[in-house]
Every structure is written in structure tokens, then in C-alpha cells.
């Protein structure tokens, strides 16, 4: 009785063990901008070295000091560690902004570190005026490790947590509604999803640097871009490349990517095209993205904007699928395409692309099933009597699983409601507040500068920011794993 009842019990030994882990890795990525800054000529690098190595001594000192008398996770110890992990990495994460180039005040250093882990892509930063390579580089290089996950990198690097909790932490951060193993051993899922992603990655650098941009360029927007982040060089973003098709068709291609199940991709490129083929989710993904872009020609045209050839074939096109993978790159003149166009965008923020990609939103597998089993209930109201089931991918769905999408779908709203009325009461307009934390629990990042209040998130109040920043974590871990944290029945024995 007493070994069962521990067994209940939160591992913090070992999750402090863990967190030490993961906190000399994030210092070896700190290194990176660091050396940059270096080659640059630029003082930031003092920062990043001394950050980097602050880092990892906090980590070896976690790692070393703690001694689990067991290894053994549970469920609350992978829902604990996910959410501790984003928060950490991104408190430390957030010092070269207070002490760089472009220093700025603790909450606007932890919103922009929190956004860039989380993959949103929204910016306090006005004026990119000042800023260092480095620290460019460290905004596209968070993004670049949030895209894929953390906790997903590491287990992809220390293959031990296959046998200590890794099943626990790979469901508590991969995004979707069902987590598949591609491979027997969770490790080897790890290491063969962030290996199709930086693969994907090296080939994007390569494209862009082909083209008008220059290699730093390049590498910066390709992090932001497979990662479906939406960080970029310029506070223009990429509108000082609009007369650059080529650019647009290539960042459409690969954001496109980053809104696929990336164990879909993987299974392509091992030559495996019968589950794409079949893949009910995907061909939704790719309607919707068709129909969306339609409907952005239409309200181009309506409005006078198709001025040249791009203005109504490449920009609709861009501009759908960075929305819908929730990238959050802007189109140029997309503020005057008009209401409607903004109220498509409302719709696609929700919905997000495909489970188990980069992306943002409630995901589309997620609307699927509410869709077919609205249509099951309608149905019932006439014939009370009959019974009929879901299915997805020719799969019949548990009706367990169908609860736990409807109660993600109205918590998903509640919350965006509940910021809403949080940042009115902090005195942001209305409608820019709803956005605002639509947006950001969306993981899309596209300031309310779409809806006329300002460009980015610098007007907020200070409160306003954490109040994102808390919608952002949540959103990014799809709810569950950060509101569990938050029940009395989690830290219970």
C-alpha cells in the first residue's frame, strides 16, 4: 500500500535533475549568437557568453546536486516538467535582452523570450534600430527550438528518459489530439522528427540565400519560417522583400510545411506516400487552404488592390497559409483588403493546420471532429434511436476522446474571452484586447495593428504582457498541460 501510494508522488529529485539537463543545452544554443555577436565586432557577445555560461552552471549544478532515489515518471511528473521547462528556459532566456544592444524592462524581455519559445512570433520591439546580429539570432534560434519542442530535443539527446518518463513528456508538449510513435522507441520518434526538421531547415537556408537575401538573412528567416514563429530581421518583416516573388514562393512553400504532421513528413521522405494520399486531415488542410485563398482573391479584387499580377496570385496565397500555420507574416497592403479578410482570419487562427506540426491554433484535426460529431448529434435529433460513431482516416474515434475535443474547444474559447476581458480591464480597446489574446493563445502573433491600434505589443501595459505571456505558454502546450497544473486534484497523493 505504501509503494503504490508513492508511487503517486511528484519525482522532484528528478525533475530537477531533468531541468538541469536542459538547462546546460540551452547554454550550448546561447553560445551561438554569442560567437556571432563575436564575428561582428559587436559588445553583445560579453553577454551572451556570460549568460551561456550562468546557464549551464545552473544546470550542472541542478544535475549534479539532485539524486533521485528513483527515475521513475508519472503523467504529473511529465505535465510538471513540460510546463516548468518553458518557463525556465524562457526566464533565462530573456536576460541577454535585459543587458544586449537593445536593452529592455523585465516584462517586455520575458514576453519577447516567452514569444519566441512558444513560437508566436509577437514583438514588443518597435525599432529594430540597434539591435546585433546576435540578438537576432537568438530571437530565430528560440523559435527554431520551441518549433519543434524542447522536451522533444531532448529526449532526441539523452535516449535514458526512453526508459524514465519519456512517453509522459513527449504527449505532455507534442501538439494533436492522438501521439503516434513513428519509430518503437520514443527516442527514435524524437530523433527522426527533429532530423526531417533540420533537414527541412537547411534546405530553406539554402533557397532564401539563393536568392535576394544574405546568408545571416537566410538562416534567421528560415528558422522563423519552419518553425512557423514569424520573427524577422526588419521591423518591416518581410515587406522589404515584396518586390521579391521568388521569396514569397519559397516561404510559402515551407510554411506550408511547418503545418504538416511532421510524422507524415517523415514517412514521405522515407517513401511511404500512401498515408499522405490517405490522410483525411491533410486533405482538409489543403481545401481549406484553397478555399481561404479564393475568398482573399475576392476581397482583393473588391477593395482595388490588384494592382499587379502578385497582388492577387502570390500575396492571397501567402498570406492564407502564413495565418492558417500561424506564422504571422504580413502581406503588404494586407490592412486594406478589408473586414472580411480579417474576419476570415479570425477562422483560421482558430482552426491552426494539421496536429503534430509547428503550428498554432486548436488544430484542424480538432474542428474535423467537432464537425462529424455536431453532424452525428443533428442526426440524432431525428432518429434519437440510432447509433452512430465518428471516423477519421477510416478510423472509428473513441467517444472518450471526442469529450476531451469538445471540452478543449470551449476551454480554448473560454480563454480567449477570459484575456479579452482581462486586457479591457487594463484599459486596451475592446477589440484589440480580444484579438490580443486571440492571437496569442493562437500562437499567430499578428499585432493589433491589423485591427488599427498599433504595429506590435510595445503600447501594452506591463501587466498586459504576462497576462499574453500566460496565454501563449498555454496555448503552445494546448491548455490541458498547463490547466492541470492548476487543479487541487494534481497535487494530491
Known sequence: MIKNKHRHLINFRQLTRIMGWLLMIESVFMFIPGFTSLAYGEDDWLVFMATALLTGVCGLVCAKRAKPTSSHMGKRDGFLLTAMVWVVFSVFGLIPFLFGSKPLGLSDAFFEAMSGFT??????????????HGLHLWRALMQ???????????????????????????????????????RPRISQTAKSLWLVYLLLTIVLILLLW?????????????????????????????????????IKLVLTVFMFL???????????????????????????????ILGMTILFVGA????????????????????????????G?????????????????????????????????????????????????LYRCIYPNSIQSVKVNGKVVNPDLLSK????????????????????????????????????????GLGAGVTGYGGNYEILPDTAKWVLSILMLTGRLEIFTVLVILTPAFWRR
Not at 305 to 314: R, S
Request: aromatic residues 14%; glycine residues 12%; negative net charge.
Open 119 to 132: 513560437t508566436t512570433g509577437a514583438t514588443v520591439m518597435g525599432s529594430f534600430d540597434g539591435l546585433g
Open 144 to 182: 527554431w527550438i520551441g518549433g519543434m519542442g524542447i522536451i522533444l530535443f531532448t529526449l532526441a539527446v539523452i535516449p535514458m528518459l526512453n526508459h524514465s518518463g519519456g512517453m509522459q513528456m513527449f504527449n505532455a508538449e507534442v501538439t494533436g489530439i492522438t501521439h503516434d510513435k513513428i
Open 210 to 246: 539563393a536568392g535576394p537575401m544574405d546568408l545571416f538573412q537566410s538562416v534567421c528567416h528560415a528558422f522563423g519560417t519552419i518553425s512557423t514563429g514569424g520573427y524577422a530581421t526588419d521591423e518591416n518583416g518581410i515587406a522589404i522583400w515584396d518586390n521579391s516573388v521568388y
Open 258 to 288: 511547418g503545418g504538416v504532421n511532421f510524422g507524415l513528413i517523415y514517412k514521405g521522405v522515407r517513401g511511404d506516400f500512401s498515408h499522405l494520399r490517405n490522410n483525411e486531415v491533410l486533405r482538409v488542410y489543403l481545401w481549406a
Open 300 to 327: 482583393v479584387f473588391y477593395h482595388g488592390q490588384a494592382l499587379e499580377l502578385d497582388d492577387w496570385l502570390v500575396d492571397p496565397l501567402f498570406q492564407v497559409v502564413s495565418i492558417i500555420t500561424s506564422t
Open 329 to 377: 507574416f504580413t502581406a503588404t497592403g494586407f490592412n486594406a483588403w478589408g473586414y472580411f479578410a480579417l474576419a476570415l482570419t479570425f477562422v483560421m487562427m482558430f482552426s491552426g493546420a494539421c496536429a503534430g506540426s509547428t503550428s498554432g491554433g486548436s488544430k484542424i484535426d480538432r474542428v474535423i471532429y467537432l464537425f462529424k460529431y455536431v453532424k452525428n448529434e
Open 405 to 444: 475535443v469538445v471540452a478543449f474547444m470551449c476551454i480554448y474559447m473560454l480563454l480567449v474571452v477570459l484575456g479579452g476581458l482581462v486586457l479591457s480591464c487594463l484599459g486596451v480597446p475592446t477589440v484589440d484586447a480580444f484579438f490580443s489574446s486571440f492571437s496569442c493563445i493562437s500562437n499567430t
